[in-house]
T-cell receptor, first 115, second 115 residues
Framework: AQTVTQSQPEMSVQEAETVTLSCTYD???????LFWYKQPPSRQMILVIR??????QNATENRFSVNFQKAAKSFSLKISDSQLGDTAMYFC????????????FGTGTRLTIIP | KAGVTQTPRYLIKTRGQQVTLSCSPI?????VSWYQQTPGQGLQFLFE???????NKGNFPGRFSGRQFSNSRSEMNVSTLELGDSALYLC??????????????FGPGTRLTVL
């Protein structure tokens, strides 16, 4: 069974600074996808970024980028120039590439951006 | 394109009652997944429907059931409600397919409170 671990329950950072959220996962599969989702206080889960395991290049989306280390099974999220709107719960999630639509989530990191 | 919609947004029920939640996926999406989110257990996969068939199921008792209609809209039903069923129920849709790990897009959720 796949597991996803987020070891930082809470983090805070000053506005405009850079912050990195950690995620590790465990799987025996070689082909899979990893995601970071953001859940603001409004509760709507929003996709932040997606990474295919077969791609060596790290995914980026504007201020958001990942550091994907397949051998180490690590998938961290870096937020640059953090903004107040980045305040949210961040969930790391895993899905395998076998027609299985089941996302396995980590326990989340509560990120607070301080003005 | 309209996002995933869920109705109702809030529900209050008493123990022993049953409840039906509805989810309308993004137009063109054929897969609908359901998740339960609680402070104690985090995000847990309930089930996934594709082309009106349940394709995957999580580890929940038989009181939790669902279905999908020909227009891809989905409903989930919880019978004989228990206090522990109080949670945010999230629906997610994706394009789906025989072998698919498309990105899942989430609705705003239905907050169920069982008294």
């Amino acid at each position: 069974a796949q597991t996803v671990t987020q070891s930082q329950p809470e983090m805070s950072v000053q506005e405009a600074e850079t912050v990195t959220l950690s995620c590790t996962y465990d799987t025996s599969e070689s082909n899979y996808y990893l995601f970071w989702y953001k859940q603001p206080p409004s509760r709507q889960m929003i996709l932040v970024i997606r990474q295919e395991a077969y791609k060596q290049q790290n995914a980026t989306e504007n201020r958001f980028s990942v550091n994907f280390q397949k051998a180490a099974k690590s998938f961290s999220l870096k937020i640059s120039d953090s903004q107040l709107g980045d305040t949210a719960m961040y969930f790391c999630a895993f899905i395998s590439n076998f027609g299985n639509e089941k996302l396995t989530f980590g326990t989340g990191t509560r990120l607070t951006i301080i003005p | 394109k309209a996002g995933v919609t869920q109705t109702p947004r809030y529900l209050i029920k008493t123990r022993g009652q049953q409840v039906t939640l509805s989810c309308s996926p993004i137009s063109g999406h054929r897969s609908v997944s359901w998740y339960q989110q609680t402070p104690g257990q985090g995000l847990q996969f309930l089930f996934e429907y594709f082309s009106e068939t349940q394709r995957n199921k999580g580890n929940f008792p038989g009181r939790f059931s669902g279905r999908q209609f020909s227009n891809s809209r989905s409903e989930m039903n919880v019978s004989t409600l228990e206090l522990g069923d109080s949670a945010l129920y999230l629906c997610a849709s994706s394009l789906g397919g025989p072998i698919s790990t498309d990105t899942q897009y989430f609705g705003p959720g239905t907050r169920l409170t069982v008294l």
